[in-house]
């Protein structure tokens, strides 16, 4: 499963696919940091097509959501369900990262800011 990048017009959307496991992290992370080093205003992670996700997956996202917070990008995750959703409910990011059912909604937001 490899990353996808997308751009909008208000956002970067990086999509994944499948397993997100260690095989994923690599490839992930450096698009991840590639955001950080462009000082993206607005990414959205899609997990809309994910069927798993394991910890160094999860370490990638709160390293982007601590990068966020200290430089007032908006972040968002998308489309958890199932044993992703069950997952990201276990290691507790719900508490403090911003998840959204769709691409679509974070899209159309105004402001991801602070929202959970």
Not at 64 to 69: I, L, P, T
Not at 82 to 94: D, H, M, N, Y
Request: net charge neutral.
């Amino acid at each position: 499963m490899k990353p996808i990048l997308r751009t909008h017009p208000n956002a970067v959307v990086i999509e994944l696919e499948g397993d997100a496991d260690l095989s994923t992290v690599p490839e992930f992370q450096r698009l991840v940091r590639e955001q950080m080093k462009a000082k993206t205003g607005r990414l959205i992670i899609d997990f809309t097509k994910v069927t798993f996700v394991n910890t160094p997956v999860w370490a990638v996202v709160v390293e982007y959501f601590q990068h966020a917070s200290g430089v007032e990008s908006e972040f968002a995750l998308v489309g958890m369900t199932g044993r992703v959703e069950a997952s990201f409910k276990i290691v507790r990011l719900g508490d403090f990262i911003l998840h959204l059912p769709t691409v679509e909604e974070a899209l159309n937001a105004p402001d991801l800011k602070n929202k959970r």
